[in-house]
């Protein structure tokens, strides 16, 4: 008997709750042989369940309740599981914790020995104790705002999982305004990066990803102060959507722009340090933080870490105003795009930072994007190596694997549009 779409589409969800919750259990040896098996076959169903949704152009509104509920079911098992080898969470936790007891956490160094009684059990384990935060005030106040309600590792989990609900409704609501089928939320519920970094492990892009998208539906209905606000707002929580900056042109008022400006700003006046504005350890992240980057690494021979982390950000910008220059009309590719193209040439390319792009990946052309959040599974291996006391360091194989498949999806998005045959008018 020939399954129908729907059904199809049920049968790949299912396979991946069973891989997902299997992993969840196995989330304490992250990057392992039997996890990296398990998200990986989750990732494959993930992309077969994609060209469902490319090939049906409308699903019944019950495949989509499940859908959504199979999603939550997953998301629960990570949830409720502890975060993992992965530590940025007990960063975020310290983060909250010394400014509620009224220290700078871009002038405290945690490993300080003068900071020492200011550490819980679960602060202790926190990354990089030698530096201070690297992390914008937005990302800070959204710390110091959720331990307020509750101090622990599960409730800033918590609070990223509902933002990431969150990104489903405002979706949910975007779809229809455009009249495009509800299904595509799908492309971004069932995305197995969701449950390894927003349930599971628990990190801040999530916030910045539903302001970005917020900012994107209010541009979308004309709301320009709002679209100007959650666009500054996002900024705040992380640096990379500032390459969209050249896509607000001529879309907000000059006004909304100087107001989101003002209110970054103001983010800022409770850390000031002498009347400057704290960077924390942004610098030595640029510096010498690596991971993942073999564009960098190439521009890194050539020129100094900060010209060549420059460069990333302008090729962000140029993409964006190719983007804005090549069309009027709005759409999630402008969005997802520079922030890809930036990401690519970055220092650092982490699983979590393509949790920026994924409310914006439903078309063709995002086909390469799509890819690159399955093919950037195997760079978990490198959390096992690390248990194993090797270096920090993604293998070349795996980069190779990876980006290899992300240039293979992209060659045959651009052969397709080259063979498109080209309709020619009618003449009389």
Same mark, same amino acid.
Request: glycine fraction near 8%.
């Given at each position: 008997?020939?399954?129908?779409?729907?059904?199809?589409?049920?049968? !790949?969800?299912?396979?991946?709750?069973?891989?997902?919750?299997?992993?969840?259990?196995?989330?304490?040896?992250?990057? $392992?042989?039997?996890?990296l098996i398990l998200l990986g076959i989750a990732g494959i169903a993930y992309l077969f369940a994609m060209r469902e949704l490319f090939t049906t152009p409308r699903f019944p509104r019950r495949v989509i309740f499940i859908g959504l509920a199979l999603a939550a079911l997953w998301h629960?098992?990570?949830?409720?599981?502890?975060?993992?080898?992965?530590?940025?969470? /007990? *960063?975020?936790?310290?983060?909250?914790?010394?400014?509620?007891?009224?220290?700078?956490?871009?002038?405290? =160094?945690?490993?300080?020995?003068?900071?020492? $009684?200011?550490h819980t059990p679960e602060t202790r384990t926190l990354n990089n104790p030698n530096l201070p935060s690297p992390y914008p005030a937005g990302a800070e106040l959204f710390f110091r705002g959720v331990t307020a309600i509750h101090e622990s590792i599960f409730t800033l989990k918590v609070a990223f999982v509902i933002c990431d609900f969150a990104i489903v409704f405002v979706l949910l609501n975007i779809l229809r305004s455009s009249g495009q089928g509800a299904h595509w939320v799908l492309a971004y519920a069932w995305n197995p990066l969701l449950a390894i970094e927003v349930a599971g492990s628990g990190h801040i892009d999530i916030v910045g990803a539903l302001?970005?998208?917020?900012?994107?539906?209010? !541009?979308? *209905?004309?709301?320009?102060?709002?679209?100007?606000?959650?666009?500054?707002?996002?900024?705040?929580?992380?640096?990379?959507?500032?390459?969209?900056?050249?896509?607000?042109?001529?879309?907000? *008022?000059?006004?909304?722009?100087?107001l989101a400006a003002c209110v970054g700003g103001l983010l800022y006046v409770p850390f000031l340090n /002498?009347? *400057?504005?704290?960077?924390?350890?942004?610098?030595?992240?640029? @510096?010498?933080f690596r991971f993942n980057d073999p564009v960098f690494a190439a521009i890194e021979r050539m020129a100094a870490p900060q010209v060549?982390?420059?460069?990333?950000?302008?090729?962000?910008? !140029?993409?964006?105003?190719?983007? @804005?220059?090549?069309?009027?009309?709005?759409s999630p590719d402008e969005f997802a795009w520079p922030m890809a193209a930036s990401l690519l040439c970055a220092p650092v390319v982490y699983p979590w930072y393509l949790?920026?792009? !994924?409310?914006? =990946?439903?078309?063709?052309?995002? =086909?390469? &994007? &799509?890819?690159?959040? =399955?093919? &950037?599974?195997?760079?978990?291996?490198?959390? /096992?190596?690390r248990t194993l006391g090797r270096p920090w360091l993604v293998p070349g194989w795996i980069m190779l694997l990876e980006y290899g498949c992300v240039a293979m999806a992209a060659a045959i998005v651009v052969l397709q549009r080259i063979s498109r045959p080209v309709v020619s008018g009618s003449t009389d």
């Open positions: 008997m020939k399954l129908t779409p729907a059904r199809r589409l049920y049968l !790949l969800g299912g396979v991946m709750l069973v891989a997902l919750t299997i992993c969840s259990r196995k989330f304490g040896s992250m990057g $392992g042989p039997s996890f629960l098992a990570f949830l409720v599981a502890p975060p993992g080898s992965d530590d940025d969470i /007990h *960063r975020y936790l310290w983060d909250g914790r010394v400014q509620r007891l009224g220290y700078n956490p871009y002038v405290v =160094v945690p490993s300080d020995p003068a900071a020492a $009684g200011l302001l970005l998208l917020v900012s994107f539906a209010a !541009l979308g *209905r004309r709301w320009r102060a709002v679209a100007a606000l959650a666009f500054g707002l996002a900024v705040a929580v992380k640096f990379l959507p500032i390459v969209l900056l050249p896509l607000y042109w001529r879309r907000v *008022r000059l006004r909304d722009g100087a /002498h009347r *400057r504005i704290p960077f924390g350890s942004l610098g030595a992240f640029v @510096r010498s060549a982390a420059g460069l990333a950000v302008l090729v962000g910008f !140029l993409t964006a105003i190719w983007l @804005r220059r090549r069309s009027p009309e709005l949790l920026w792009l !994924l409310p914006f =990946v439903r078309s063709a052309s995002t =086909v390469p &994007i &799509i890819v690159w959040t =399955v093919s &950037i599974i195997p760079t978990y291996y490198v959390w /096992h190596l």
